[in-house]
C-alpha cells in the first residue's frame, strides 16, 4: 500500500465489492468459496478480487490448495478505510457545524471592528 501515491479514484461498486470481502473476512468467512457466496459470483471471480486485496495490502493469505484462508491486516484495512470511505458520526457532524457557527461568529466580530476602526477617522 503505497502512502505517497495520491488515492485512486474508486467505483462504488468496486468499493462495495471491496468492502463486502473485508465484512466477510472480518465475520469469519475467509475461504474463496464462501466469499464467492457474499459477492453472488463464482470462485474465479472471487479470486481476482482477493487477488488484488491482496495487493493492496488489506488481506493476507493463510496455507495453500484448498486450505487457503485469508486474513484481514487491520492497519492497512484502516488506512484503506480512512483513505477510501468518510465516516461521519454525529457527534463530527455537530462539531462541524459549531465550528463553522464560531468561524461565522470571528468573521462577523472582524467586520464589526473594522467598521469601528473606520468611523474614528
Known sequence: MESDSTPEEIKPEKLVKDLKIITAISL????NKELAKVLDTDKSFTSKKIKELEEKG?????GEGK??????NPFHVMQFLQSTVVITTKKQKEAAALAKHNEQEIVLEENTEEEGDQSEV
Open 58 to 62: 488489506l488481506i493476507s493469505k493463510i
Open 28 to 31: 469469519g468467512k475467509n475461504r
Open 67 to 72: 486450505e487457503t484462508r485469508y486474513r484481514l
